[in-house]
């Protein structure tokens, strides 16, 4: 009787952390589903991507600026 009690609180522990991390585990996935859709060609992450492969200082100057311009505003 006891060894039976036992048992079914640590299978009910088990599901318990099993749903509890199924969680944070949905909130990954979309924002990883949601860039893999932001790198297919002709998106904005491709284009992004492509533009800084081919110009890095002036992408990076870009940022900077587009930093400074945010920053200000604060």
Do not use: C, N, Y
């Not at 990883?32 to 081919?54: M, Q």
Request: no cysteine.
């Amino acid at each position: 009787m006891l060894a039976e009690r036992a048992i079914d609180t640590a299978t009910d522990v088990s599901r318990t952390i099993t749903e509890m991390s199924a969680g944070p585990q949905a909130a990954v996935d979309r924002p990883s589903e949601t860039i893999v859709t932001a790198r297919r060609p002709g998106k904005p992450l491709a284009t992004i991507s492509a533009i800084t492969r081919e110009a890095p200082l002036a992408s990076l100057f870009v940022a900077f600026l587009f930093g400074v311009a945010v920053a200000r505003r604060r």
